[in-house]
């Protein structure tokens, strides 16, 4: 490989890395100033949820748009697109007038307020442009490392946690100086214009399947083969396992034991870029499903062990509970997308972001439940009930993994191969 290509990969894979740190980073940052946005704008836990789920509703929407959108648009304009859209979601968040209320009455009601309604189309299309970076940077790395997907995926997905980790420090050192939540939220616009100039500055390549001439009849039929669809609706539940508790981690880890919640935040999602930085190889060394087998078992004991803590509970058991966790589900996410790349690649960009957008919709309706639970039966209660989808999870990864040693074992298919 020639220094010009390979320079050329790797401008586009630190453009999708600085992108996906970015979408982290809300992540991080927004679950950080949830108790700052409930006591300003008068909302409940369960109100906070429903304003935070068009985030995730957007980011679903648009990541099906963009298994389409990418072919015939291109990936460097969808990139550059997002971009647009953290800026834009940016400031309607900021720009939202807290409303006139008595202290401890709530808004009633999502567009109650001009306040609110910022928020939520704020907050709607920020999860737009993260739907969008999901469905460029996926088929992106899957193109320019046609030999080398599962694990150059497992390592743009390590900058998810990698964002966590600066967006959470980031948040933890602007609260010691009193910072205001609008200068929390605003830090997002650093990194979103970073990859912006990343993106204008160079060219990027057709997708696998345009470049391989796959019909799009053909990529509509790579995402209706049984795997691919079974594969599809585990995502809605290792999604939620993965990501519904991180967005009230914080807060409850700091009800439960008095600390800083978004110091534990930090630490599962240090562990979570480590090993998936690291321990990419994993995912080739072993079969991918034996891998989601292991994280299946370790997610279900992290949180039922943190759904078991109670007020008052002592942060070095926190910490080991919360270790657990965090090395359970760090394969997850990457490693299912990987799968799809290498035995589905004529499903394409398609194939590949109808998997994000399964991920992503079933938070959506995981956040508001979760918030229910926080108002009325406590972090306990939240955590445990999203603790049993794990042992659903592991019973079909087992029987999957059955299947494929009956048939020699997992492998790669190529995109010009029949299945």
Request: charged share 10%; hydrophobic share 55%; net charge neutral.
């Amino acid at each position: 490989m020639s220094s010009s290509v390979y320079q050329h990969r790797m401008w586009l894979f630190v453009a999708s890395c600085i992108s996906l740190l970015t979408t982290s980073m809300i992540f991080a940052i927004r679950g950080d100033v949830s108790g700052a946005l409930s006591a300003e704008f008068h909302l409940s836990a369960e109100m906070m949820g429903k304003i935070w789920a068009p985030a995730f509703l957007g980011f679903t929407f648009s990541i099906f748009v963009c298994g389409v959108a990418v072919d015939w648009l291109g990936m460097r304009v969808m990139h550059i697109l997002s971009s647009l859209g953290f800026l834009v979601g940016l400031t309607c968040i900021l720009l939202a007038p807290a409303p006139s209320l008595a202290e401890g009455e709530l808004v009633a009601g999502i567009f109650a307020t001009p306040g609110t309604t910022l928020l939520y189309v704020g907050f709607l299309i920020m999860g737009i442009a993260q739907g969008i970076v999901e469905g460029v940077i996926n088929p992106l790395i899957a193109t320019v490392y046609p030999d080398q997907k599962g694990k150059m995926l497992n390592i743009l997905h390590a900058w998810w946690p990698g964002g966590m980790i600066i967006g959470g420090l980031l948040a933890l050192g602007l609260t010691q100086v009193g910072a205001s939540w609008q200068v929390k939220m605003g830090s997002i616009a650093i990194p979103s214009i970073i990859y912006l100039v990343m993106c204008v500055m160079r060219p990027y390549p057709q997708t696998e399947r345009v470049a391989a001439s796959v019909s799009f009849g053909d990529m509509v039929k790579g995402t209706f083969k049984p795997l691919y669809l079974l594969l599809f609706a585990l995502m809605w539940l290792t999604a939620a396992v993965e990501l519904g508790p991180d967005q009230w981690f914080p807060a409850m880890m700091k009800e439960l034991t008095g600390m800083e919640g978004i110091i534990f935040l930090c630490y599962t999602a240090g562990l979570i870029f480590l090993i998936r930085y690291f321990g990419s190889e994993l995912v080739h060394r072993f079969s991918p499903f034996m891998v989601l087998i292991v994280c299946s078992i370790l997610t279900f004991v992290g949180l039922y062990w943190l759904g078991s803590l109670t007020v008052g509970a002592s942060a070095g058991v926190a910490f080991l509970a919360a270790t657990i966790f965090g090395i359970g589900k760090s394969f997850f996410w990457p490693t299912m997308l990987g799968i799809v790349a290498e035995r589905f690649p004529k499903g394409g960009a398609l194939a590949l972001n109808l998997m994000g957008g399964a991920g992503m919709a079933s938070i959506a309706f995981v956040l508001p439940v979760m918030g229910g639970q926080l108002d009325s039966a406590g972090a306990g209660a939240a955590f445990k009930s999203i603790s049993y989808l794990a042992l659903i999870v592991l019973a079909v990864f087992v029987a999957i993994q059955i299947g494929f040693k009956m048939r020699g074992g997992y492998r790669a298919v190529d995109v010009n191969e029949e299945q």
